[in-house]
């Protein structure tokens, strides 16, 4: 049995129309008429592949074919929410070659033991309201109402009221809870993000583990003061106190070592006036691991240093909001052995490795064994327009994938 390259390249082109940046990219984000134009065509594509959709308490589409048995459930998938001007296969790939799985179970009428799911998640990226892994930590009880109600757009739109608006009851959102009794095994395709296996010319990726991160909104407050008139030892400035916790990070994650990586992306200084002395500065802080002691350790280094910078002039302040928290993952051997098998009799090449990104993956092997597998991304490239995965590539990720998942739901 075989995926077809042509429905996959379809699927693909179709979801990048919905975008609300076209010609620059794919910016999908939760909760938006793009995002209900891409739900609705993927669940007009999983009636027809002939599984029975429903929408979880989050917002995740879930397409079902029934088993012999009731349960438990073999579930696929990935996102399909984007970063902004982000590209047509992060998360979308994986939601995609899922559909396709099921349209070729449903053309070979087969019934597997157990039943099979596939799902299509959102704000995995965080691009809307800054946390990320939305759906999948919703699957595993891990959304808080502090979140729900905390957790802000750009405009000010906090997840519950977006939820509400787009039909949604946030005060259900414990609804969206999977029990680890219900799941027998969690599979993501997703693109590599990076550039290993292209430059090694290596078809597919099989992951071990998932590194954990932990991302800050951080505020410093100063004071704004006129930058003529007030003496250089008489301010509050802010962004002085920023850019050194910048510095900082950067050390902190050289320190640490091992991979340990910590990045501050995204800054705004006000008032925001060349000739005011900076009195508030808004950042944010991602620290990156696989090791989870070395994760605690960027992260008690992080809040150490930050409040050194700004013990050190009189007048500065900071708060520190905790955005997302999610563990290092170890995902299954077991499930990892069955997909290198099934590459293996398909002739296809893979390589183990470590995910520097976070997936849902890693959320959903909280719950149930969970595997990962990549397929290469052009020039490592990966949110922006330019992303790009050959589709014969696509393909042979699909393949394996849809061996695979038949091996776990046949109890194999
Ligand atoms: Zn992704």
Same mark, same amino acid.
């Given at each position: 049995?075989?995926?077809?390259?042509?429905?996959?390249?379809?699927?693909?082109?179709?979801?990048?129309?919905?975008?609300?940046?076209?010609k620059?990219?794919?910016?999908?984000?939760?909760?938006?008429?793009?995002?209900?134009?891409?739900?609705?065509?993927i669940?007009?594509?999983?009636?027809?592949?002939? *599984?029975?959709?429903?929408?979880?308490?989050?917002?995740?589409?879930?397409?079902?074919?029934?088993?012999?048995?009731?349960?438990?459930?073999?579930?696929?998938g990935?996102?399909?929410?984007?970063?902004?001007?982000?590209?047509?296969?992060?998360?979308?790939?994986?939601?995609v070659?899922?559909m396709e799985?099921?349209?070729? $179970?449903? !053309?070979?009428?087969?019934? /597997?033991?157990?039943?099979?799911?596939?799902?299509?998640?959102? +704000?995995?990226?965080?691009?809307?309201?800054?946390?990320?892994?939305?759906?999948?930590?919703?699957?595993?009880g891990?959304?808080t109402? +502090?979140?729900?109600i905390?957790?802000?757009?750009?405009?000010?739109?906090? *997840?519950?009221?977006?939820?509400?608006?787009?039909?949604?009851?946030?005060?259900?959102?414990?609804?969206?809870?999977?029990?680890?009794?219900? &799941?027998?095994?969690?599979?993501?395709?997703?693109?590599?993000?990076?550039p290993i $296996?292209?430059?090694?010319?290596?078809?597919?990726?099989?992951?071990?583990?998932?590194?954990?991160?932990?991302?800050?909104?951080?505020?410093?407050?100063?004071?704004?003061d006129?930058?003529?008139?007030?003496?250089?030892?008489?301010?509050?400035?802010?962004? *002085?106190?920023?850019s050194?916790v910048?510095?900082q990070?950067?050390?902190?994650?050289?320190?640490?070592?091992?991979g340990?990586?910590?990045?501050?992306?995204?800054?705004?200084?006000?008032?925001?006036?060349?000739?005011?002395?900076?009195?508030?500065?808004?950042? /944010?802080?991602?620290?990156?691991?696989?090791? !989870?002691?070395?994760? +605690?350790?960027?992260?008690?280094?992080?809040?150490?240093?930050?409040? !050194?910078?700004c013990?050190?002039?009189?007048? &500065?302040?900071?708060?520190?909001?905790?955005?997302?928290?999610?563990?290092?993952?170890?995902?299954?051997?077991q499930?990892?052995?069955?997909?290198?098998?099934?590459?293996?009799?398909?002739?296809?090449?893979?390589? /183990?490795?470590?995910?520097?990104?976070?997936h849902?993956?890693?959320?959903?092997? /909280?719950?149930?064994?969970?595997?990962?597998?990549?397929?290469?991304?052009k020039?490592?490239?990966?949110?922006?327009?330019?992303?790009?995965?050959?589709?014969?590539?696509?393909?042979?990720?699909?393949?394996?994938?849809?061996?695979?998942? $038949?091996?776990?739901? !046949?109890?194999?």
């Amino acid at each position: 049995m075989e995926t077809n390259v042509q429905r996959i390249k379809q699927d693909i082109e179709q979801l990048a129309q919905f975008t609300a940046t076209p010609k620059e990219g794919v910016t999908r984000f939760s909760f938006t008429p793009e995002d209900r134009a891409a739900r609705n065509y993927i669940k007009d594509e999983m009636q027809r592949a002939g *599984l029975a959709v429903s929408e979880d308490a989050a917002g995740t589409v879930i397409g079902r074919r029934q088993g012999q048995v009731e349960g438990p459930t073999v579930m696929l998938g990935s996102h399909f929410d984007s970063v902004k001007h982000g590209g047509a296969f992060d998360g979308t790939a994986g939601v995609v070659v899922a559909m396709e799985i099921a349209r070729v $179970l449903n !053309e070979h009428n087969i019934t /597997t033991h157990y039943p099979i799911e596939f799902i299509a998640m959102i +704000e995995e990226e965080g691009g809307r309201f800054g946390g990320g892994l939305f759906a999948s930590r919703a699957m595993a009880g891990m959304v808080t109402e +502090e979140e729900l109600i905390g957790h802000c757009d750009e405009a000010g739109v906090s *997840l519950a009221q977006a939820m509400r608006e787009f039909g949604l009851d946030p005060a259900n959102i414990k609804a969206a809870q999977r029990r680890p009794e219900e &799941l027998k095994a969690f599979f993501e395709l997703h693109v590599e993000q990076g550039p290993i $296996l292209e430059s090694e010319g290596t078809a597919l990726g099989l992951v071990e583990a998932i590194v954990g991160l932990k991302t800050y909104q951080v505020k410093i407050t100063g004071r704004p003061d006129h930058a003529g008139t007030t003496p250089i030892h008489m301010r509050a400035d802010a962004l *002085l106190a920023a850019s050194e916790v910048v510095q900082q990070v950067r050390q902190i994650a050289r320190d640490v070592g091992g991979g340990a990586v910590g990045t501050v992306g995204k800054m705004e200084v006000l008032p925001g006036a060349s000739n005011i002395v900076p009195g508030e500065v808004h950042f /944010t802080v991602d620290l990156r691991s696989h090791r !989870e002691s070395a994760l +605690e350790e960027l992260s008690q280094r992080f809040q150490a240093a930050l409040k !050194e910078a700004c013990s050190k002039e009189e007048g &500065l302040s900071y708060t520190l909001t905790t955005k997302l928290d999610a563990k290092p993952a170890q995902l299954s051997d077991q499930l990892r052995n069955v997909i290198a098998e099934e590459a293996k009799a398909r002739g296809i090449s893979a390589k /183990t490795m470590i995910s520097g990104a976070g997936h849902d993956t890693q959320i959903m092997a /909280t719950l149930t064994d969970a595997a990962l597998i990549f397929v290469p991304s052009k020039g490592g490239r990966s949110h922006c327009p330019e992303e790009w995965t050959d589709y014969a590539d696509l393909k042979k990720g699909a393949d394996v994938l849809l061996g695979a998942v $038949l091996a776990v739901a !046949e109890g194999k």
